[in-house]
């Protein structure tokens, strides 16, 4: 049974830093499609950041140069650096996983990151 486990959320002031990471059990990230999304009171669950099977990454606008996303096969981890971190910030964030040929996907229970002074 796969299970993504996310730790590292917390309260931050505006300007600080977090770490989230995110192990996977089961099949790990290898072969997978992983990511972050997070959702905001009221809003949309939104992608903040994603890293292909192949290595390749995305990033939403909101967070280009403030943000990396990583992995770590052999530990099945995805990490995601947050710096310079804003009110906006504020959300639950998700880590993702996805089949890239079955496109099956798995979720987190969610992190609290919360941005205020």
């Known amino acids: 049974q796969v299970q993504l486990v996310e730790s590292g959320g917390g309260l931050v002031q505006p300007g600080g830093s977090l770490r989230l990471s995110c192990v996977a059990s089961g099949s790990g990230v290898r072969t997978y499609n992983m990511g972050w999304y997070r959702q905001a009171p009221g809003k949309q669950r939104e992608l903040v950041a994603r890293?292909?099977?192949?290595?390749?990454?995305n990033y939403a606008d909101s967070v280009k140069g403030r943000f990396t996303i990583s992995r770590d096969n052999a530990k099945s981890t995805v990490v995601l650096q947050m710096y310079s971190l804003k009110p906006a910030d504020t959300a639950v964030y998700y880590c993702w996983r996805q089949n890239p040929v079955s496109r099956e996907e798995n979720w987190g229970q969610g992190t609290q990151v919360t941005v205020s002074s």
């Open positions: 890293i292909r099977s192949g290595g390749s990454t």
